[in-house]
């Protein structure tokens, strides 16, 4: 009668360190998975990281509204690259470099792609006329 729950306790305890090793290694399956998922969710594709003193986020200065004609600018910050380039209320960029923009591809995730004090061609329509317009990229606030 003294071997049985032994052996009963036995076999729990087995059990119970099973669960806790299948545990173990789903957590770190699920560790690396999402690990793995987030630093490609990052990751910005065909932008190189961008180092030394160029390194930062390209600014505009602009406000602006995406629609499927391009980028409708709403107001140009005083002092910023933009300005700087003669844009103005009203005018819509179409294409950064040729690249398109428009509310698929937004002009930010698109400026991205450059660097801060790098030279862009802006394809711009202003009052039905389209014009191109060089700016250079500033490092944003």
Do not use: K
Request: proline content about 10%; overall charge neutral.
């Amino acid at each position: 009668m003294s071997d049985a729950p032994s052996s009963f306790g036995n076999r729990t305890w087995m059990w119970i360190a099973a669960l806790i090793l299948v545990g173990l290694a789903c957590g770190c399956v699920g560790l690396a998975v999402g690990g793995l998922v987030g630093y490609l969710i990052g990751r910005s594709p065909g932008a190189p990281a961008p180092v030394g003193p160029a390194a930062g986020t390209p600014w505009l200065g602009v406000v602006i509204t995406h629609g499927a004609d391009g980028a409708r600018v709403l107001q140009v910050v005083p002092g910023s690259p933009a300005e700087e380039a003669g844009l103005r209320p009203g005018d819509r960029i179409t294409a950064v470099n040729g690249e398109p923009v428009n509310d698929r591809h937004p002009l930010p995730d698109v400026l991205r792609r450059h660097r801060p004090g790098e030279t862009v061609r802006l394809t711009v329509v202003r009052d039905g006329e389209e014009r191109t317009v060089s700016v250079t990229l500033g490092r944003a606030p």
